[in-house]
């Protein structure tokens, strides 16, 4: 695989400057500063090393021979390219965040779902400032203060009753 000239950057850097957010636009305006001086600096250097005039070289070293080893060994010179070994893992991470992501939307819609309901349910109750503690009765049964089956205590709060016990008191694993 050859190497590609690079000559403008991949990167869209206003659809990415519209979500970064507000607290973070500093560390990614030193980001794209980096990104560009490193594109000017390769755009600064032509595409192709210069060639070497070896008739120059051969003129001035007296010692017969050594240029032409030189120039056999900068031909046979060839530096590889490194090999794309991490493409793949991100490919399988960015797929597996993508699940994460569906199944993220897929429970979200469902909560969303769920929400509407509740907020239906709301809409649909006589207004709070218009409820007698029988409508909240009606309406919430389980919070509701029932005095006849479950008389308590003001504040009507579990810690406040008579028959509570401290979850971490002895007496609390004893019954």
């Known amino acids: 695989m050859a190497a590609r000239r690079i000559t403008q950057s991949a990167i869209n850097w206003s659809a990415l400057g519209?979500?970064?957010?507000?607290?973070?636009?500093?560390?990614?305006?030193?980001f794209k500063a980096k990104s560009d001086g490193y594109l000017r600096r390769v755009l600064?250097?032509?595409e192709q090393p210069p060639a070497i005039d070896w008739s120059f070289y051969k003129s001035k070293v007296p010692i017969a021979g050594m240029v032409?080893?030189?120039?056999?060994?900068?031909?046979?010179?060839?530096?590889?390219?490194?090999?794309?070994?991490?493409?793949?893992?991100?490919?399988?991470?960015?797929?597996?965040?993508?699940?994460?992501?569906e199944k993220f939307k897929t429970d979200s819609n469902a909560r969303i779902a769920e929400?509407?309901?509740?907020?239906?349910?709301?809409?649909?109750?006589?207004?709070?400032?218009?409820?007698?503690?029988?409508?909240?009765?009606?309406?919430?049964?389980?919070?509701?203060?029932?005095?006849?089956?479950?008389?308590?205590?003001?504040?009507?709060?579990?810690?406040?009753?008579?028959?509570?016990?401290?979850p971490d008191s002895p007496q609390a694993s004893s019954h």
Do not use: C, G
Not at 117 to 135: G, N, V
Not at 160 to 166: A, F, G, M, R, S
């Open 44 to 46: 600064a250097n032509p």
């Open 18 to 30: 519209e979500r970064v957010p507000e607290h973070q636009r500093a560390q990614f305006l030193l």
């Open 68 to 101: 032409d080893e030189f120039q056999k060994q900068y031909s046979a010179l060839k530096i590889p390219f490194p090999a794309d070994t991490v493409s793949s893992l991100i490919d399988a991470q960015e797929k597996e965040i993508k699940s994460d992501i």
């Open 115 to 166: 929400y509407k309901k509740e907020l239906a349910h709301i809409a649909s109750l006589i207004p709070y400032d218009q409820m007698t503690m029988e409508d909240y009765r009606d309406a919430y049964p389980e919070d509701a203060l029932d005095p006849l089956n479950k008389p308590t205590f003001w504040p009507h709060t579990k810690e406040e009753q008579l028959d509570y016990v401290e």
